[in-house]
């Protein structure tokens, strides 16, 4: 194999499979990345057998042919080369491979590309388009929300519900529900329930990434689903479990609607969680009373926080407590200048929803503390 590409091309297609190659691989191959070079492009392949991931760039061509190289090096490599342009070319001799540009130059041993497991395009029973940045704010608004025990697998990955009206996403850890729907126009017999895993999801934030909207094209079957997206293709194991009802979760109606100011609100709490958070629950007080609300934390070894700022109450007021990161985390994904937080009693669920958009809500159960 000889080619010739551009080194910025090179790094970037280096970088998306890289997110696939695993860093305690459970064979030796799997930590290397296969180049196929034909036509005029090459294709970088990485998986660890849970994700794939084949990543297309633009080649001179002068010799066709495969390698395998240790992904890690290839990257720190190639990211350090000199020039604009770099050339890789396999020596058959010694069985390594050649990497030039400018006046610098490399030798990689070339690993076994034979043992490298085939990556076959996924033929799913269900097909689907949906643009990159309606998908990249779906798991902005939702991923956040998932567990991180592996100990129950179907609470660390988000639901995707497909009817033929509107596709939801929703992710839970059981004290704490994130959802977000959108219309769109597809048509099935069937409606669609996967369980995407949230840590490939958050990938997707940099790998789909484009200021242009663009369609990504996914198709799955029960136990896979892929993305196909510009040069980049992605298959992704499924989880299998039975996501609980989501919509059994959100309160119908409350008592209490408190509309809020965002910027404000964050900046406070950012301030009473810094006593707050060095404790065994991360605990923040909320007294919701007369178009304000005072926040406050306690620590019994550091100390005391509090902080009140104007809010507009509609109902009758409240004294609430909840884990200070299930509201600080639910607040970086909301992109309004005002939410709207909703209450019914002290130890029943609460909701925060944006005020211009429906389609997005979060519930949370709130914390029982000794003046409860």
């Known amino acids: 194999m000889k080619i010739t590409c551009e080194k910025k091309e090179l790094v970037q297609a280096i970088q998306t499979v890289l997110k696939a190659v695993p860093s305690r691989p459970q064979m030796p191959i799997l930590s290397g990345i296969y180049i196929k070079a034909h036509q005029n492009y090459i294709e970088l392949q990485g998986t660890d057998y849970e994700i794939s991931i084949i990543c297309k760039i633009k080649a001179i061509i002068e010799t066709e042919g495969t390698i395998v190289l240790p992904g890690k090096y290839l990257y720190e490599v190639v990211r350090t080369l000199p020039g604009e342009y770099v050339e890789i070319k396999n020596n058959d001799s010694d069985n390594s491979v050649n990497i030039r540009s400018n006046s610098a130059q490399f030798n990689l041993l070339n690993m076994q590309e034979n043992e490298f497991p085939i990556i076959e395009p996924l033929k799913g029973q269900i097909n689907f388009n949906l643009k990159n940045d309606i998908f990249l704010n779906f798991i902005k608004k939702t991923s956040f929300a998932c567990a991180t025990d592996e100990s129950r ?194 130890l029943t669920t609460a909701s925060i929803t944006q005020r211009d958009n429906k389609n997005f809500v979060y519930v949370v159960t709130p914390v029982r503390t000794k003046t409860m």
């Open 153 to 346: 697998p179907v609470f660390t990955g988000c639901l995707m519900d497909i009817t033929d009206e509107n596709i939801v996403m929703a992710a839970t850890n059981m004290h704490r529900l994130a959802l977000i729907k959108e219309n769109i126009n597809y048509i099935s017999d069937n409606n669609i329930k996967i369980i995407i895993p949230a840590k490939i999801l958050n990938e997707f934030t940099h790998i789909f990434n484009s200021e242009i909207p663009t369609d990504i094209q996914i198709s799955c079957t029960h136990n896979k689903i892929s993305f196909s997206y510009e040069n980049i293709y992605v298959i992704s194991r499924l989880i299998e479990g039975q996501f609980p009802d989501y919509n059994r979760v959100i309160p119908k109606e409350f008592k209490t609607h408190v509309n809020i100011n965002k910027n404000e609100f964050q900046s406070a709490l950012d301030r009473v969680s810094l006593i707050s958070r060095s404790g065994d629950y991360n605990i923040i007080h909320f007294e919701f009373v007369d178009n304000i609300v005072r926040i406050s934390s306690d620590n019994p070894n550091i100390g005391k926080a509090e902080e009140t700022i104007n809010v507009d109450i509609e109902g009758p007021g409240i004294n609430i407590s909840f884990n200070a990161k299930y509201i600080i985390d639910v607040l970086k994904a909301i992109d309004a200048e005002n939410f709207i937080f909703s209450f019914n009693q002290p």
